[in-house]
Every structure is written in structure tokens, then in C-alpha cells.
């Protein structure tokens, strides 16, 4: 079981990336899916979320920036975040969790750079 994620990396202030979060060993239909991110020095904060239902939620900083969403024909999550700003350089982390939240899965990380 493991989430496999890519798509970070340097980018100019007001460019965009999306991550990929590919999953293997389960399958992501049914289970809470989140972006959570790290820069140096300070806590993992929750970036996205989106419940098995549909719901989303999104922290304020990324609001009207970022979106998630999911493919469950590929099994995979996403981050489309849009007009990027150097303070969302960080370390960003998919997590999918099982409603039960038995079980709580997390990708190794990949790191965004936002930077002129």
C-alpha cells in the first residue's frame, strides 16, 4: 500500500503546478482525501480536503487557488494550485484516510519552490 506522488518543483510567483498522488495496494473511491503541506520551521498544516461525499474544504491562504479532486478510474488524487506565491513553498503531502479512519494513509512528499 502506498501513495506515490510527483509534480513539484520551481516555479515563479503567479505560475502554476498541479501534484499527482497516484495510489497502489487500495483504492482511493470512498476515502477522505487531503493535501497537507510543510515549510521549514513550522507545523503541517491542512491545505485541501475532500470528503468521500463531495465535500470540500480548503485552508484560507490557498482559497480560489488551489483545487482537489480525484481520479478514480486512475486511482489518483490532485492539487491544481494556480497563482502560486513564495509562500506556498513547502513540502506537500496527499493523505487518503478510510471513513472508519482506521486507515490512514500518507505519500512521501515532493517539494514545491516558489521563487523569482
Known amino acids: 500500500v502506498q501513495l506515490v506522488e510527483s509534480g513539484g518543483g520551481l516555479v515563479q510567483p503567479g505560475g502554476s503546478l498541479r501534484l499527482s498522488c497516484v495510489a497502489s495496494?487500495?483504492?482511493?473511491?470512498?476515502?477522505?482525501i487531503r493535501w497537507y503541506r510543510q515549510a521549514p520551521g513550522n507545523w503541517r498544516e491542512l491545505v485541501a480536503a475532500?470528503?468521500?461525499?463531495?465535500?470540500?474544504t480548503y485552508a484560507d491562504s490557498v482559497k480560489g487557488r488551489f483545487t482537489i479532486s480525484r481520479d478514480n478510474g486512475k486511482n489518483t488524487l490532485y492539487l491544481q494550485m494556480n497563482r502560486l506565491k513564495p509562500e506556498d513553498t513547502a513540502v506537500y503531502y496527499c493523505?487518503?484516510?478510510?471513513?472508519?479512519?482506521?486507515?490512514?494513509?500518507w505519500g512521501q512528499g515532493t517539494q514545491v519552490i516558489v521563487s523569482s
Open positions: 493523505n487518503a484516510l478510510s471513513p472508519g479512519m482506521a486507515l490512514d494513509y
Open positions: 475532500m470528503s468521500n461525499e463531495g465535500a470540500y
Open positions: 495496494g487500495f483504492t482511493v473511491t470512498g476515502y477522505h
